[in-house]
């Protein structure tokens, strides 16, 4: 009887040994649940108005993408307009050297036509003169 209250009382003694180390493994993991709650909050705190910028940030961003939008699609149009004006002036230029251009042509076209006739009329003169001139000698 002596041993089994011996090895009853060993395991008493090694059944109050977990126990304590099991509360104190429950304390233990209660303060680090603390701790990290702490941090957690430490964090959100520190976070939040990160977040808070970061959102500002985005918000700026994008009324700068707006603004160079307004700014990109202002200037397409501005190069629109210049090239068409610029198409305009160059139709009037064109039409402007190209009237006195044909009417110069004409008119060279008109005297060399007056010159061609006056050449002509000459050498049918010259013809009918030389053709009387050699009938009068001809005897």
């Known amino acids: 009887m002596v ?3 011996v090895f009853l009382g060993v395991i008493a ?14 304390i ?4 680090m649940a603390r701790r990290v709650g ?6 959100e705190r520190d976070v939040k108005p ?6 500002a940030i985005g918000a700026d961003a994008s ?12 200037a397409d149009k501005l190069f629109a307009e210049f090239a068409g004006r610029i198409e305009q002036t160059l139709t009037v230029v ?6 006195p251009a044909r009417e110069g042509r004409a008119m060279i076209g008109a005297f060399r036509a007056a010159m061609q006739a006056i050449r002509e009329l000459r050498h049918a ?3 009918q003169g030389r053709g009387e001139d050699d009938d009068a000698l001809f005897i």
């Open 63 to 74: 009324r700068a993408v707006a603004l160079a939008t307004a700014q990109v699609e202002r």
């Open 3 to 5: 041993w089994r209250d």
């Open 94 to 99: 064109q039409e402007s050297i190209d009237r």
């Open 125 to 127: 003169r010259a013809r």
């Open 13 to 26: 003694v090694a059944t109050l040994a977990i126990a304590v180390a099991q509360i104190g493994v429950i």
């Open 28 to 31: 233990a993991a209660g303060l």
């Open 38 to 43: 702490r941090m957690v909050e430490q964090l």
């Open 50 to 55: 990160l977040f808070g910028h970061l959102n």
